[in-house]
C-alpha cells in the first residue's frame, strides 16, 4: 500500500487519483470516479470532490493508497 501526505485538512479525490499516476488528466480522473471505479475505505464513491482526509484508503484499479496528515 502506497502513502500519500498531505499538507492540508484534505484533498479532493480526483487529485489523487492524479498525483499518484493512476489517471493521465484531472479529466480522466472525474471520469473514473463517476463511472463508480474508485473506492473509498471500501464503498464505491462516485464524488468527484469528494474531501479525502488523513486515515481513508482510497483504491482503483488494485491500487490502494493510505492518506496520511503531514507532520
Do not use: C, F, H, W
Not at 485538512?9 to 492524479?18: N, R, T, V
Not at 499518484?20 to 480522466?28: C, F, K, P, V
Request: no cysteine; proline share 1%.
Amino acid at each position: 500500500m502506497k502513502t500519500l501526505s498531505i499538507t492540508g485538512p484534505y484533498i479532493e479525490l480526483y487529485k489523487i487519483l492524479k498525483l499518484e499516476n493512476l489517471a493521465a488528466s484531472g479529466g480522466e480522473a472525474k471520469y473514473l470516479i463517476s463511472e463508480g471505479l474508485v473506492r473509498v475505505n471500501g464503498l464505491v464513491e462516485t464524488r468527484k470532490r469528494r474531501k479525502t482526509t488523513a486515515g481513508d484508503i482510497v483504491e482503483y484499479n488494485g491500487e490502494q493508497i493510505m492518506i496520511a496528515a503531514r507532520s
